[in-house]
């Protein structure tokens, strides 16, 4: 495991560490730990509909079918009601994009940890409901790599 993943909490992975894993990137082994432990992965659909369009539009719609399938090795988390006013609420504290706001969300409600990768280094935001106001410098860094 790296140093920066909590053994045994859920791992919510972002859309750009999935695509980080699937394009073998030398930066993004971090990932891996995160993505390969199945029992703690937790895989937002928003997540599974950003990993779908990028890899169909580079490699066609059989690999993006392939990496979605590996996808759901996790557990699925689907965006209902609940937490899409629960994101809006994040959305609007943190100032964060839409997809963002769902995965974070979708930590937050699962008290698990939000693993991005920034294209040269894996981050991990631990999330739970207890601490929410703790994480501003690393969501802030989230929305200033964009």
Not at 53 to 80: C, F, I, N, P, S
Not at 117 to 134: I, N, P
Request: hydrophobic letters at 50%; charged letters at 15%; aromatic letters at 6%.
């Amino acid at each position: 495991m790296p140093g920066n993943l909590i053994q045994g909490c859920p791992n919510v992975v972002d859309s750009s560490a999935w695509l980080a894993y699937f394009a073998e990137e030398p930066t993004a082994a971090d990932c891996a730990a995160a993505i390969e432990d199945t029992e703690q992965l937790v895989v937002p659909t928003i997540c599974l509909l950003e990993v779908f369009k990028v890899v169909a539009r580079q490699r066609g719609e059989g690999a993006a079918l392939q990496a979605v399938a590996v996808m759901q090795q996790g557990r699925v988390v689907a965006l209902d009601a609940s937490l899409a006013l629960t994101a809006a609420n994040l959305a609007l504290i943190h100032k964060l994009p839409l997809a963002d706001s769902i995965v974070y969300a979708t930590a937050w409600s699962v008290g698990g940890q939000w693993v991005v990768w920034f294209g040269h280094r894996t981050m991990t935001l631990r999330v739970c409901q207890m601490c929410d106001t703790s994480q501003n410098g690393l969501l802030n860094a989230r929305t200033s790599a964009r």
